[in-house]
């Protein structure tokens, strides 16, 4: 079975409150490896708050000359087919994601999975389940060529965890 591991990076902390996906990253799964990989940045046009380039340091200039988001999206769309999707906080994630197809006419019917969710069911012990947290209690250290709050590399970590509190095996870092 393919499941398509999603995280964004965002202007702001709301679609309700204009924000805006400025980064997509996507990891195909399929029996325990990842098979493809789609990544973006996305030239939205939109403003980035402070608190949320605080976040992921991805800045108004970095996105300049980057991919429109009709071009981005359609792509995605094609990537993910239909597959069902995985995110850790996927309330989060898959509201931007959503918002963002519909701008496009696009109603996403995929079915979302929530790593979050899954952890707490499997791992209560843990003090909190933010994605540093669980990535460290089953894997131990993040590496060094991991650039958290990047959506490419936040979408392999979490395809991991996933992997793993599934028992589909634990993919290489």
């Not at 250290?141 to 060529?145: F, G, K, L, V």
């Given at each position: 079975m393919r499941h398509i591991v999603i995280d964004t990076e965002t202007s702001g902390f709301g679609v309700q409150?204009?924000?805006r996906v400025i980064e997509i990253g996507a990891v195909a799964v399929?029996?325990?490896v990842i098979s493809e990989e789609f990544s973006s940045l996305i030239n939205s046009g939109a403003a980035i708050s402070y608190h949320a380039f605080r976040v992921h340091g991805i800045s108004e200039e970095m996105l300049l000359g980057k991919p429109e988001p009709e071009t981005v999206w359609q792509e995605l769309r094609h990537f993910i087919g239909d597959a069902e999707l995985v995110a850790h906080n996927?309330?989060?994630d898959s509201s931007f994601v959503r918002h963002e197809l519909s701008l496009i006419g696009f109603e996403l019917q995929?079915?979302?999975h929530c790593t979050v969710r899954l952890?707490?069911?499997v791992l209560p012990e843990l003090h909190n389940h933010k994605l540093d947290t669980v990535y460290r209690h089953l894997f131990g250290?993040?590496?060094?060529?991991m650039q958290r709050h990047r959506a490419l590399d936040d979408a392999r970590m979490t395809a991991r965890i996933w992997a793993e509190l599934i028992g589909d095996g634990a993919l290489a870092p």
């Open positions: 409150r204009g924000g399929e029996n325990g996927a309330p989060f995929n079915s979302w952890a707490r069911k250290e993040i590496p060094t060529s």
